[in-house]
T-cell receptor
Framework: EAGVAQSPRYKIIEKRQSVAFWCNPI?????LYWYQQILGQGPKLLIQ????????DSQLPKDRFSAERLKGVDSTLKIQPAKLEDSAVYLC???????????FGPGTRLTVT | ELKVEQNPLFLSMQEGKNYTIYCNYS?????LYWYRQDPGKSLESLFV?????AVKQEGRLMASLDTKARLSTLHITAAVHDLSATYFC???????????FGTGTRLKVLA
């Protein structure tokens, strides 16, 4: 069974630029999560989807971050414009349903200079 | 609001020794996970604990859950260098299954 796929793996941008991350969850998984993990901290949930609907986006900085999951499968997370404090690893995870175990992708390491 | 605290934050121990990592959470939950993260890597699921008194063991690691005390422990028996990593607990908010992660415990096992 293929795992959660993410791309790119690494990205370096200048502040005020835009960036987008892509996630392909495990086939059949209805719930998809985007987390931000700043160095030395635990992952922080940014947004949770159930199929293509948003369950929780309370910690998503909506003035600059956006995410979509149009067909209930792949998802993209966008930052526009980026700030220095957005430097982090962005992790995508999926689960069969919200109450089931999450499986994490390899993450995208973003550096904002 | 659900909050999750782990202690200690850092743990340096000798090979062969035993130690326990603690995870406290602030509101009721029906599931708790333990994850391992190696430097530069993603998170690997270790255990899921679903009920009061649940105990899971894998190799030198054993996790337990006390829902009344809102406490989970990860016990390390006879530590080996390969266990060096950061360990996170994550607690699910009942209903929405929004997961809140602890701060992590960075474990270093000295040979």
């Amino acid at each position: 069974e293929a795992g959660v796929a993410q791309s790119p793996r690494y990205k370096i941008i200048e502040k005020r630029q835009s960036v987008a991350f892509w996630c392909n969850p495990i086939s059949g998984h209805a719930t998809l999560y985007w987390y931000q993990q700043i160095l030395g901290q635990g992952p922080k949930l940014l947004i949770q989807f159930q199929n293509n609907g948003v369950v929780d986006d309370s910690q998503l900085p909506k003035d600059r971050f956006s995410a979509e999951r149009l067909k209930g499968v792949d998802s993209t997370l966008k930052i526009q414009p980026a700030k220095l404090e957005d430097s982090a690893v962005y992790l995508c995870a999926s689960s069969f349903q919200g109450r089931n175990e999450q499986y994490f992708g390899p993450g995208t390491r973003l550096t904002v200079t | 609001e659900l909050k999750v605290e782990q202690n200690p934050l850092f743990l340096s121990m000798q090979e062969g020794k035993n130690y326990t990592i603690y995870c406290n959470y602030s509101t009721t939950s029906d599931r708790l996970y333990w994850y391992r993260q190696d430097p530069g890597k993603s998170l690997e699921s270790l255990f899921v604990l679903l009920s009061n008194g649940a105990v899971k063991q894998e190799g030198r690691l054993m996790a337990s859950l006390d829902t009344k005390a809102r406490l989970s422990t990860l016990h390390i028996t006879a530590a080996v260098h390969d266990l060096s990593a950061t360990y996170f607990c994550a607690v699910a908010n009942s209903g929405t299954y929004k997961y809140i992660f602890g701060t992590g415990t960075r474990l270093k096992v000295l040979a």
